[in-house]
């Protein structure tokens, strides 16, 4: 039972990370489109 409970716990903890770096990306990437949109308005 400790195993499973241990098992769960590092899936979980894996999970958590996955989901903080695609967080990261996707704010990285809007912030990247939205600088490119500055940039295309005020050299047009």
Known sequence: M???ILIATLMTLTACETMQG?????ENTGETLQQESVEAQ???
């Open 2 to 4: 400790k195993t499973l």
């Open 42 to 44: 005020q050299n047009p």
């Open 22 to 26: 695609l967080g990261r990306d996707v």
